[in-house]
């Protein structure tokens, strides 16, 4: 756009001033070369905003959209994000993304237990402080103001189960809260709230987007391969599921029935945890939908497998590169 400017002024400046002239509605020699706006404005497209959803380990595969829309030079307007969305999107407009990824690809199962401050006697399992440390090692005074980009970071108030947006003060604090599952990580006092994690309400934060009057909103959902469409399933006799046929059998997900048979106490509140987000997400993005959804297929990644950052990361860039095309189309609509 810079460029296209100062040709415009080179172009008056040596017909007399006949470029201005246009402008303000008065005849242009027709001697005088064509101005050239409309191919420039043109290439114009409207910056997106994201809502980045939750999903614990799943979360790393916001890194790879992130690293794709940054490749395809894709601009973004805002970032909205839940849970882990909330810390992978608060890195990336903070300019530590290369950081969290290097510390994602880095985790092992014993480094992740080692981050892991266990209590028996807090409001959680984990009390946070570990993993607390390591955000502010980078980010310490980081605040809302110091982003490139506005952001929101989306929690839920544990006392009246409101859903709150965070988008002012420390930054560390506002992902922190928002990632703070209940029953695994103690809760985060922000003034005279007590906050925890935002997947609890606003899974996949579309309508924080759309209240900042965004135009174009892409979407992020962690959970979309979890769960069949239907929510209610007649139930039958045990003798009626032996005589099910195999092909039916084998189309469930061998991985998914693996972790089923090892399940602790963890595994089952995070599975749990795991359908209450898909129903609501389901539920209030049908009734506000985004212009875009990327729906990367991660269900087969546990919750907890925070090592699995490579691959997650992977899924996330593909995804993304998949749809670049029906972004850029979108992009072009809305100018």
Known sequence: MLEW??????LASGNGGAGNRAENGEAKDASSP????????S???????????????????????LRALDEAGIEISMIAGTSIGALVGGCYLAGKLDELEEFARGLTRRR????????????????????????????EDVTFADLRK????????????H?????SGSLVTAMRASYALPGVFEPVRYGNRLLVDGALVNPVPVSVCRANEQPLVLAVNLHYDQFGRAAVV??????????????????????????????????????????????????????????ISL??????????????ADEAISIGYEETMKHLNDIRRLQKVFV
Request: proline content about 5%.
């Open 112 to 139: 992740m237990f080692n981050l892991l401050d266990i209590t028996l006697r807090g409001s959680g399992l984990f009390g946070g402080m570990k993993l607390d440390g390591r955000l502010r090692e980078h980010l």
């Open 5 to 10: 400017v100062s040709r415009k002024n080179r």
């Open 163 to 167: 859903e709150i947006w965070l988008s």
């Open 295 to 308: 729906l990367p297929t991660v269900g087969h990644i546990g919750l907890t497998e925070f090592h699995r």
């Open 234 to 291: 007649k139930h039958i006799s045990p003798q009626q599921e032996q005589m099910l046929s195999a092909e039916l059998l084998s189309r469930r997900n061998d991985s998914r029935m693996e972790r089923e048979t090892r399940l602790g106490i963890t595994g089952v509140m995070m599975e749990a945890f795991n359908i209450i987000q898909d129903r609501i997400s389901r539920a209030r993005m049908a009734g506000d939908p985004p212009d």
């Open 34 to 41: 064509p101005d050239e706006p409309v191919e420039m404005l």
């Open 43 to 65: 290439e114009h497209k409207t910056p997106i905003s994201l809502a980045l959803g939750g999903g614990a380990a799943r979360g790393w595969t916001h890194i790879g959209v």
């Open 150 to 161: 506005p952001f929101t970071a989306v929690c839920t108030e544990l006392r009246t189960g």
